[in-house]
């Protein structure tokens, strides 16, 4: 699966209310939804400038999700979901995210959004709904899309 659209990330990130990563016990108090929320926001607040890092934070966990209507398929690695859309920094991020040596200049942001998933679990904590990060999205698509670059 690859994502075209911004419209076809947020119906993903939508569908994922309710929903929670069970594999290797990375289950935890609050649904991939909120987590998503809760590192995109963290990251909001430790690196203000730096957007794509906090659209890496939003879309880290949804290649482990199933697709909206088929419960048994699940959306694919984060890199190829994201990376035709939203470029070759968020994807590079996204594998970093699920394992792997960083490069040197990924290092920093790799560790960055690391610990903001750690620390994004808080069950109850309001971290804005979904729709505040749609222009940020289409920010870091729009961008991508300009620059016409894909790993």
Do not use: F
Not at 94 to 117: I, T, V, Y
């Amino acid at each position: 699966m690859e994502l075209r659209s911004v419209e076809e990330l947020m119906d993903l990130l939508h569908a994922c209310r309710d929903t929670r990563h069970t594999a290797a016990g990375s289950g935890g108090p609050v649904d991939v939804h909120d987590h998503a929320l809760q590192t995109a926001a963290l990251l909001r607040r430790s690196h203000p400038a730096d957007k794509e890092l906090q659209v890496a934070g939003l879309v880290h966990g949804i290649g482990r999700l199933p697709l909206p209507g088929d419960a048994t398929a699940h959306a694919g690695p984060v890199p190829d979901l994201v990376g035709p859309l939203l470029g070759a920094r968020v994807s590079r991020l996204g594998r970093l995210h699920s394992g792997g040596r960083p490069d040197p200049c990924d290092a920093d942001d790799a560790l960055s959004l690391r610990q903001a998933c750690d620390a994004g679990r808080v069950a109850g904590l309001h971290a804005g709904v979904l729709e505040d990060w749609r222009t940020v999205v289409e920010l870091v698509a729009a961008q991508h899309s300009r620059l016409g670059a894909v790993d």
